[in-house]
């Protein structure tokens, strides 16, 4: 009589395990002879179509256009130059750069500038503005009127890459933009919040001119501690009038 097929074994437990509570990287998987569980396999895939989601995602402007009041800030809608979801991906220089529409409406809002002016920008995942903006700016944005800074209106801003606010920071006369921006998509980030801040915008300026706060999330860097980062950077970048490689996070060293 034949030998019976064996049954597949149970998963191998990993001795990583214990480590899993401290990341949400892809470490302790477990083992099933030579291959990941089943369970790990289906879960990337599941991972892998999140971000790939994420990357396709619009904004909810009608729901965003209808709590971003409580802000009370000035708002305006804008657009790259790319006419497409599509266009955008395979052209990141027409997200660079604002539709003539757009720039006419920033040129007639400018009147004698500010100092800040902050951009909410669907970037490669919408979800994350979607989700984390209007949170995030309800705790930062009673800090900066604290401070008396001078704030311009709220852009919305859609098919946009980072350096679009430097264009819109330019036409609205701002001494700072700051670009809120749904950053690329993880495999266990699909809607990670990306800030980037830059002194004396103007179109042409390269990512060695910004600074940036990343992984703004609950899962992440939650909001209180994104807006208090911010809040510093941004001051201390209008106190020194720069921003980008010269410019340090040393928030930390006020806390020792």
């Known amino acids: 009589m034949p030998d019976l097929p064996s049954l597949p074994s149970a998963p191998e437990p990993d001795p990583w395990s214990g480590l899993k509570a401290y990341t949400d990287a892809r470490i302790a998987l477990g083992r099933t002879g030579t291959s990941v569980p089943l369970r790990e396999s289906l879960a990337f895939k599941l991972a892998h179509a999140h971000a790939r989601d994420a990357v396709y995602s619009v904004l909810a402007t009608d729901a965003l256009l209808a709590a971003l009041p409580v802000l009370q800030l000035p708002l305006c809608q804008v657009r790259s130059q790319a006419p497409t979801r599509e266009d955008y991906l395979q052209r990141p220089d027409h997200g660079r750069q604002l539709d003539e529409p757009s720039k006419a409406q920033l040129a007639e809002l400018a009147s004698e500038g500010c100092d800040l002016v902050i951009v909410l920008a669907d970037g490669l995942s919408a979800t994350a503005i979607n989700e984390h903006a209007l949170p995030l700016l309800r705790l930062l944005l009673p800090r900066l009127r604290e401070a008396g800074l001078r704030l ?77 980062k911010l809040f510093f950077l941004l001051q201390e970048s209008l106190r020194r009038q720069l921003s980008g490689v010269a410019l340090k996070d040393q928030s930390d060293l006020l806390h020792e």
């Open 152 to 228: 311009g209106p709220l852009v919305l801003a859609e098919q946009a890459r980072v350096a679009l606010g430097d264009e819109v920071g330019q036409l609205l006369r701002a001494r700072l933009v700051l670009v809120l921006i749904g950053e690329r998509p993880g495999l266990t980030s699909p809607h990670s919040l990306g800030a980037y801040f830059t002194h004396g915008p103007r179109p042409g300026l390269t990512d060695e001119a910004r600074n940036c706060v990343s992984n703004i999330r609950p899962e992440g860097l939650a909001y209180p501690a994104a807006a208090a």
